[in-house]
């Protein structure tokens, strides 16, 4: 269908990606700019200016409707570069993912393609500008049958394959419902893959061909263009200027892209041009040299702390580096390199790097997406090349494929290993602290996270990781130490007030929490947990209608909330409405099965309400979903003494319990549910130490 598509049209041989990432280079392909300009230079930590103009905007603007859908979770909204499309098809749900590998949360071609010509058949008599993302041909790769057996060796063959044959569903869609005949059809790639290139197994780290280098095919219904080539370097960001004019359509604002319109005419002769490409990959993740790409008709200047330079028409592999040898191009494509950087620079908009959800942010930074961000300007200091360090990075990529597969030794001895050999980077010593955290080795992460810190005291994941493991390891003051801290080293932001707004609710200070939560909010106006947060603090205030207020508020911006029903039940039962309160922990576990808290929480409403077998078996549930629940083993041991059965058991699910950080209350009602049950099995001596130790910790909570 590819090829088809390719006679019938205009086949451009030499385009080029601007980034060999998948949201860097689509945001090009929207607002045709480079990198350089919009801002976007990486997966997962940018979102696509508010300011860009996209392609779906200029259109939906002249008339159009619109509509996009995507099959990678890289592509989400979240990004923001839904802007302009009327429909916009991604609903990803990643909170059941212990780990968010971003090449492998997407959906099938065909999932994908049957969404699209739902959209298609819709009536409607305006035209249409319809974006289909296929993502199939990309690590993993895991074609469908019969594509599997067919390449049972070359599994990326297969994934093209199969999204060829969806590609050729869409266009028989268009011809059997009378609009190929005219429809403007683009086929593009975002970049390609090295398959081992240059050692590189996959793509985002190099820009040597096997990643920038993209097909682009334009099929018009007009003329005769078919079978048309077109062998000059053209870029990404030609494709949204090109749409225009093909279209007719003005825009307000001027892309860096070219029309290639004129290219379609076989006899024109184009002039000589630079088109740009780049990976900051390794200068954002590890601190390494940046990639920057100049090309021309013929020369492709890789710029870094080690320059490279290759002739593309005698030497197409990239195999023969030409630095040292033709000085004169060298000069030549630096002295343009220098120009255009600098005029695709000029007025360059902030893409912001994202405030994530609490979840989210952990998973993707757990597994290198979202980097310590290294400033991107030049700073002057000797930074190792990119191909001087492939091996390092593919012991990173292994490390990660290893935590996947929940092999932690592995994972752990890789980045050690790396430590070893690069001591400064820090997404790796991040990474180990991610390492030692889903093993539940917090004093390790926590060392990890401080590593990290003194490596990059800016860096403000690191920080919040460190107040996470401190706030779980139950020191609270050294995690609100911590939070003031990051504060101070890596500047105010909404997720570290938030995190101080919430160690503070835990340490009891709640108009100190209330204060954090309100400057969280003032940073971030749509943070639905610092309005959760405030609702809590206002809750323990006695603040209800307020508590209330900020809930409902919370709710409203995102009705998956964790945490938002656990506070409204709280609300209702002070107000005494107990039915009220059950039925709200009803909704929080129905929307967190695996809530041990809010399991816990109604098995205590349900004991207030004299529904004691209704309480004894929510505490099961509590104890099937975590057996070491402090809270759920005293209260469990409780229920069977009041039984008067399983003293035995009932004795060890306290000792359990007073093992682990108590509040002393609970510690207190531990020492004297010991001492009555060892009374009860004729163990006087032990009921009465027991007994000693809970009259000695009351008498002190209330002094």
Do not use: C
């Not at 911590?482 to 007030?497: E, F, K, Q, W």
């Not at 004795?651 to 004297?672: F, K």
């Amino acid at each position: 269908a590819i090829d088809r598509l390719a006679r019938e049209g205009i086949l451009f041989d030499n385009a080029q990606t601007t980034a060999p990432l998948t949201l860097p280079a689509h945001t090009s392909l929207f607002t045709g700019n480079y990198p350089l300009f919009h801002g976007v230079r990486d997966n997962g930590g940018f979102l696509v200016p508010e300011e860009a103009e996209t392609l779906a905007e200029v259109l939906r603007a002249a008339g159009y409707r619109t509509g996009g859908f995507v099959a990678a979770y890289v592509l989400d909204k979240r990004w923001q570069l839904d802007q302009g499309f009327d429909v916009y098809f991604d609903d990803f749900d990643v909170r059941a993912r212990r780990l968010i590998e971003m090449g492998a949360v997407r959906r099938p071609a065909n999932e994908v393609i049957d969404r699209a010509l739902e959209w298609l058949d819709e009536p409607g008599e305006s035209p249409f500008f319809l974006w289909v993302h296929l993502y199939d041909p990309h690590a993993p790769y895991q074609p469908p049958e019969p594509y599997k057996s067919r390449y049972p060796n070359r599994p990326y063959l297969g994934e093209i394959a199969f999204a060829d044959s969806q590609v050729g569903r869409l266009l028989q869609h268009l011809k059997g419902g009378g609009l190929l005949d005219s429809t403007f059809v683009v086929f593009a790639a975002d970049h390609g893959e090295s398959l081992g290139e240059h050692g590189e197994r996959e793509h985002g780290f190099f820009v040597y061909e096997g990643v920038t280098h993209v097909p682009l095919i334009i099929r018009v219904p007009f003329g005769s263009y078919g079978g048309v080539r077109r062998d000059e370097p053209v870029s990404l960001v030609d494709v949204m200027p090109t749409v225009l004019e093909m279209t007719g359509t003005h825009q307000d604002s001027k892309s860096q892209g070219t029309s290639l319109v004129p290219l379609f005419d076989p006899e024109h002769v184009a002039a000589p041009r630079y088109v740009y490409s780049e990976s900051l990959y390794a200068r954002l993740h590890y601190g390494w040299s940046a990639l920057r790409v100049v090309r021309d008709d013929r020369f492709k200047l890789i710029l870094s702390s080690e320059p490279e330079l290759y002739d593309m028409v005698a030497d197409p592999d990239e195999a023969n580096d030409l630095v040292g040898q033709l000085n004169s191009v060298l000069f030549r494509m630096r002295r343009a390199a220098d120009e255009r950087i600098a005029h695709w620079s000029a007025g360059a908009q902030q893409a912001t790097v994202t405030e994530l959800d609490e979840e989210t942010r952990r998973k993707l930074a757990s597994l290198g997406y979202i980097g310590s961000f290294q400033e991107i300007e030049e700073d002057g200091a000797e930074r190792a090349a990119p191909r001087s360090k492939i091996d390092t990075y593919n012991k990173a990529l292994n490390a990660r494929q290893a935590m996947q597969r929940d092999d932690y030794a592995v994972a752990e001895g890789l980045l050690l290993e790396i430590l070893a050999e690069d001591p400064g980077t820090v997404d790796v010593q991040s990474t180990l602290g991610e390492v030692y955290h889903l093993q539940g080795r917090r004093e390790d992460a926590a060392d990890a996270y401080r590593a990290a810190i003194l490596l990059k005291p800016d860096y403000v994941y690191s920080h919040i990781f460190l107040i996470e493991e401190l706030a779980g390891l139950g020191r609270l003051e050294e995690a609100e130490e911590a939070a003031t801290d990051a504060i101070g080293l890596a500047g105010p932001t909404a997720r570290l007030y938030f995190l101080l707004g919430r160690v503070r609710g835990q340490r009891g200070k709640s108009e100190a929490a209330l204060e954090a939560y309100l400057q969280s909010l003032e940073l971030n106006p749509d943070s639905s947990l610092a309005k959760l947060g405030l609702a809590r603090s206002y809750f323990v205030l006695g603040r209800l209608a307020e508590a209330e207020a900020q809930a409902r508020a919370a709710l409203e911006q995102d009705d998956a909330l964790r945490g938002v029903h656990t506070v409204l039940a709280e609300i209702r039962y002070a107000r005494g409405e107990p039915q009220a309160a059950v039925d709200e922990y009803l909704r929080e576990i129905k929307m967190s099965p695996q809530d041990v808290a809010a399991h816990f929480n109604l098995a205590t409403l349900y004991r207030t309400m004299g529904r004691d077998d209704d309480q004894e078996r929510l505490l099961r549930r509590v104890l099937e979903l975590d057996p070491e629940y402090p809270s759920g083993n005293l209260f469990m041991a409780r229920v069977l003494l009041q039984r008067g059965t399983d003293y035995p058991a009932a004795i060890a699910m306290v000792q359990s319990a007073i093992e682990q950080p108590l509040r002393d209350a609970d510690r207190t009602l531990g020492y004297l549910l010991l001492a009555d049950l060892y009374g009860r099995v004729g163990e006087l001596k032990l009921a009465q130490e027991w007994a000693r130790r809970g009259q000695q910790l009351r008498q002190q909570i209330e002094r």
